[in-house]
């Protein structure tokens, strides 16, 4: 499963959902693609139980350069405080994942891609160097998602 | 004579509140001098950038100014434009409008009582905090919220800024085996929503009530949603056509939010506790009778029991929307239409924290001249900084953590939607002329 997390009208933190849109015509075959734009609660039914979940979301960081890509393993590091909630009536990426551990509804592999993002107002359009990053996400990204599936059908073989 | 020393309240930034905001209160052993909800979420403008745009947009532009109720915003656009054009969407139209209100109701109500103000009464600074020792109560909370979410992206097309709303209706109705796939859910959400109301009726409530202006929408048959005229206990009956008569709009210095006022009478109380104080006829008997099974009264003041008040709105929303499933019929078309025309229209409809009015004048060819929209926030704000006021007189003699946090609580009594209340600021601009410098 690929999830993109964000609004999609706040800029930068649309990045989720651009990475979801790109990676559509080559993964959705392969893999399940979801957006999720609000309320990271929702994440929990949505990753319940799934083998491996990748996750794309924008940073907000006053120390990251923008464009940069940080990559967490979501069940086994903690989550840095500026996953903040990409709607201000709901919870965080990083509150998620501890009220997932709680509830015992947490995938069983879960890699976050969080790309520090510049601007967080209104607006469609990424700024360059978060789109930049998103190119090398969705690269990776369809990578992985191969590499899984060979190794599933190995597997299974 | 020892001089009584004057103390701060600040918090910087509230948690468990939607947007930006901070409070200050300044006070001493004799009273409050002064407090201030300060609200620094950026203005927006929706109003200015709606002129121009065709009234066919109207809800689909007000449903951004917020993502948890932004049913709301298009259920008050596009009353107010049928008010305009002098449509009337027929009853089984009207039924769908109020199902997905429902489910507004239910995923806003239950984020908020469960994620943002239940752990202010079980001493928790989080809702994840509180999931660890009350597991099994926050499940229940996600699966409500689940259960709202389906109903509006059922009839909406999706969960946020649903696109399935329209002038004179929506683009498509639903098959009734649609809507029935998810009667078993409802069931399941209406039983645990009285599970919702018992729970939080068991919580400590300060004992705190004031003597509001309750004003909500009221209507002959049924408790309010998209229709009625507004009301209020101390004799106000207009019609939303009127507000602006009745009511006006300040800004004040220390927030980008304006605050509303009734015009010679000031300050007033919108959302679940004013649509229960004035409409609890109106609630269904079930309703009703979860009311009478935890003994609370059909008239209640302490804004602290809102709580349980919009617990009570979860269960009545699960009951309607079970009556409106169970005699649904699919409409013939799914919208009407009339002649564009030249108009002024007005609307006002209970969104899930209280009353939202839309204003639109609209040119020949349909296109917006003017908008006008006031927010359920911004029409509390003045009262919950009366409320401060009055908590923190009462209160003195409370550690300042524990007032702080109770001033906190106070705030998150009225679940306010800091973005909603910001939508629109008048900015003056004052340029200096470089002629006054001599320049050419």
């Known amino acids: 499963m690929v999830i993109g997390l964000g609004q999609r009208f706040r800029s930068d933190d649309g990045v989720g959902p651009f990475v979801l849109d790109k990676i559509r015509p080559l993964l959705s075959a392969q893999a399940d693609l979801r957006e999720c734009a609000s309320d990271a609660a929702d994440l929990l039914d949505l990753w319940d139980g799934q083998p491996v979940v990748y996750l794309v979301d924008a940073l907000s960081s006053a120390s990251g350069t923008v464009g940069e890509i940080i990559r967490i393993d979501g069940i086994y590091e903690k989550i840095p405080v500026e996953f903040g909630a990409s709607s201000s009536h709901a919870l965080g990426l990083a509150e998620a994942i501890e009220l997932g551990r709680t509830l015992k509804k947490l995938p069983q592999r879960l890699l976050i891609f969080g790309i520090v993002g510049a601007k967080f107002d209104l607006g469609n359009q990424l700024s360059p160097l978060v789109e930049h990053a998103a190119k090398a996400v969705i690269n990776e990204l369809t990578n992985l998602v191969t590499t899984d599936l060979v190794n599933k059908e190995m597997f299974d073989a | 004579m020892t001089q009584s020393k004057t103390k701060t309240i600040k918090v910087d930034y509230l948690a468990r509140v939607e947007g930006e905001g901070a409070l200050f209160v300044k006070y001493d052993d004799q009273g409050v001098q002064d407090v201030k909800l300060k609200i620094f979420e950026p203005p927006r403008f929706f109003e200015a950038f709606l002129r121009g745009r065709d009234y066919k947009e109207a809800p689909d532009i007000t449903s951004r100014i917020c993502g948890i109720c932004p049913v709301a915003y298009q259920m008050s656009a596009v009353h107010a434009m049928e008010n305009a054009l002098n449509i009337t969407p027929p009853a089984k139209i009207r039924e769908l409008r109020r199902l997905i209100y429902c489910g507004e109701w239910i995923e806003s109500h239950i984020l908020h009582i469960y994620m943002l103000h239940a752990p202010d009464f079980l001493g928790y600074e989080s809702a ?49 085996r649609e809507l029935l796939s998810l009667k078993e859910e409802l069931k399941w959400g209406r039983d645990a929503a009285r599970e919702t109301v018992l729970w939080a009726a068991g919580f400590d409530f300060p004992n705190f009530e004031r003597d509001y202006e309750f004003v909500s929408l009221a209507h002959e048959h049924e408790y309010p949603f998209n229709e009625g005229r507004l009301i209020s206990n101390r004799g106000l009956n207009i019609s939303p056509m009127e507000y602006d008569s009745h009511f006006q709009e300040t800004h004040v210095e220390h927030t980008n939010a304006l605050h509303s006022s009734i015009i010679g009478r000031g300050a007033y109380l919108a959302g679940p506790l004013a649509r229960y104080n004035l409409n609890f006829d109106k609630l269904s008997p079930l309703t009703q009778d979860v009311a009478k099974e935890i003994r609370f009264p059909s008239y209640c003041r302490n804004p602290f029991q809102s709580i349980i008040v919009r617990s009570l709105e979860v269960f009545y929303a699960f009951d309607e929307a079970l009556r409106i499933l169970e005699n649904y019929e699919k409409p013939d078309q799914s919208y009407v239409e009339a002649p564009i025309k030249e108009a002024t229209g007005y609307a006002i409809t ?3 924290r209280g009353l939202l009015y839309h204003r639109y004048s609209i040119d020949s060819n349909g296109k917006i001249t003017d908008a006008k929209i006031v927010p359920p926030t911004s029409q509390n704000q003045q009262t919950i900084e009366d409320d401060l006021k009055e908590l923190v007189s009462q209160s003195l003699q409370l550690p ?41």
């Open chain 2, 350 to 352: 209970e969104a899930p």
């Open chain 2, 400 to 440: 300042e953590t524990e007032l702080t946090r109770r001033c906190e609580q106070a705030i998150r009594n009225y679940d306010p939607c800091i973005s909603c209340s910001t939508h629109f600021l008048k900015l003056h601009l004052s340029y200096a002329s470089p002629l006054a410098k001599g320049e050419t």
């Open chain 2, 128 to 176: 994840v905090l509180m999931a660890k020792d009350h597991p099994k109560a926050v499940e229940r909370g996600l699966r409500l919220k689940k259960a709202g979410n389906a109903l509006v992206a059922l009839l909406g097309g999706r969960e946020i800024h649903p696109i399935n709303i329209r002038v004179g209706g929506g683009y498509r109705a639903p098959e009734a």
